[in-house]
């Protein structure tokens, strides 16, 4: 695998490729890989010539310092990872490679911006949209592979996207989950046991709602998924919502087109899910 740490060694080597015949497929981490991350190379290996993994913790998406000072960096294992599913490319930057000092960016993330994650994590997308575009606009890559966890992180990447004209295919994957159900996310090594066993909570009130969408009303789907949360003093429970899966607006009534999502802190460790209904 190639590893390369500044811009211009992979640009250099980028412009070495034929570009007409050389489909390249972007998969951006913020590292600490896990199954779900591989997966995503998976699918690049699948449809494109050459997949290209880039490793940043992107200080500008974290609005809480003690959060981006807790994430995980095993950057050697994630490398062995990579080898191991052979990987082409790593690109593993520094944060003074990806940014200048006080670097501006307004882009306008929109209604997005307002609901779920834009309203719990003020300035998240921003930070996530001026590194995604970093990365889109280095690249160049045919087609960009992101994990359905992050699904409003997926529907602001892709109206990026379109507003910037990029032409950049899309592809949202399937969430990879442990046996038992549990999401799989970097964050989780941070769940003691018993955590970790009050985490599963997310999955179980999202597999609920998906199990009883066509018999229950919303308001007694979401009153039933909500008291999951309530007997464990583990769990504080951000929002749990059903929604439009295109535009992430609240739903009033049942569709066919529809998501449900959660936030919720377990003990010091937040973690989101969703899943699609019906
Ligand atoms: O999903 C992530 O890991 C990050 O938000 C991303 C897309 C790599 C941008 O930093």
Same mark, same amino acid.
């Given at each position: 695998?190639?590893?390369?740490?500044?811009?211009?060694?992979?640009?250099?080597?980028?412009?070495?490729?034929?570009?007409?015949?050389v489909?390249v497929?972007?998969?951006?981490?913020? +590292?600490?890989?896990?199954? $779900?991350?591989?997966?995503?190379?998976?699918a690049?290996?699948?449809?494109?010539?050459?997949?290209?993994?880039?490793?940043?913790?992107?200080?500008?998406?974290?609005?809480?310092?003690?959060?981006?000072?807790?994430?995980?960096?095993?950057?050697?294992?994630?490398? %062995?990872m990579? !080898?191991e599913? $052979?990987?082409?490319?790593?690109?593993?930057?520094?944060?003074?490679?990806?940014?200048?000092?006080?670097? +501006?960016w307004?882009?306008?993330v929109?209604?997005?911006?307002?609901?779920?994650? $834009?309203?719990?994590?003020?300035?998240h997308y921003? +930070?996530?949209?001026?590194?995604?575009?970093?990365?889109?606009?280095?690249?160049k890559p &045919?087609?960009?592979y992101? +994990? /359905?966890?992050?699904?409003?992180?997926?529907?602001?990447?892709?109206?990026m996207? /379109? &507003?910037?004209?990029?032409g950049i295919?899309?592809?949202?994957?399937?969430i990879v989950?442990?046996?038992?159900?549990?999401?799989?996310?970097s964050?989780?090594?941070?769940? !003691?046991?018993?955590?970790?066993?009050?985490?599963l909570?997310?999955?179980q009130?999202?597999?609920?709602?998906?199990?009883?969408y066509?018999?229950?009303?919303?308001s007694?789907?979401?009153e039933?998924?909500?008291?999951?949360?309530?007997?464990d003093?583990?769990?504080?429970? %951000?929002?749990?919502k059903?929604?439009?899966v295109?535009?992430?607006?609240?739903l009033n %009534?049942?569709?066919?087109?529809?998501?449900?999502l959660?936030?919720?802190?377990? $003990?010091?460790?937040?973690?989101?899910d !969703?899943?699609?209904?019906?």
């Open positions: 695998m190639k590893n390369f740490k500044t811009q211009s060694e992979l640009k250099s080597y980028l412009n070495s490729l034929n570009r007409e015949k489909k497929g972007l998969v951006p981490t913020m +590292g600490a890989l896990h199954q $779900g991350h591989l997966s995503l190379i998976e690049s290996q699948k449809n494109c010539d050459l997949t290209i993994a880039s490793i940043f913790v992107n200080p500008t998406q974290f609005n809480n310092p003690d959060d981006l000072l807790k994430y995980p960096k095993p950057i050697e294992k994630d490398m %062995e990579l !080898n599913i $052979g990987c082409d490319v790593l690109f593993h930057p520094d944060v003074d490679e990806m940014y200048q000092k006080n670097e +501006g307004n882009y306008q929109g209604f997005l911006n307002t609901v779920l994650e $834009g309203a719990f994590r003020p300035g921003e +930070g996530v949209t001026q590194i995604v575009y970093k990365l889109f606009d280095l690249v &045919d087609r960009a992101f +994990g /359905q966890k992050d699904y409003q992180q997926f529907l602001v990447i892709s109206q996207n /379109q &507003d910037f004209k990029m295919e899309l592809k949202a994957c399937p989950r442990e046996n038992d159900g549990l999401a799989m996310s964050r989780n090594i941070h769940l !003691n046991s018993q955590e970790r066993k009050s985490a909570t997310l999955y009130s999202l597999k609920f709602v998906r199990d009883n066509q018999e229950l009303s919303l007694e789907l979401l039933k998924a909500q008291a999951f949360y309530q007997k003093r583990l769990l504080n429970l %951000e929002y749990f059903i929604c439009d295109n535009t992430l607006e609240e %009534e049942k569709t066919a087109t529809a998501i449900a959660v936030a919720c802190t377990v $003990g010091q460790t937040r973690l989101i !969703n899943v699609i209904l019906p």
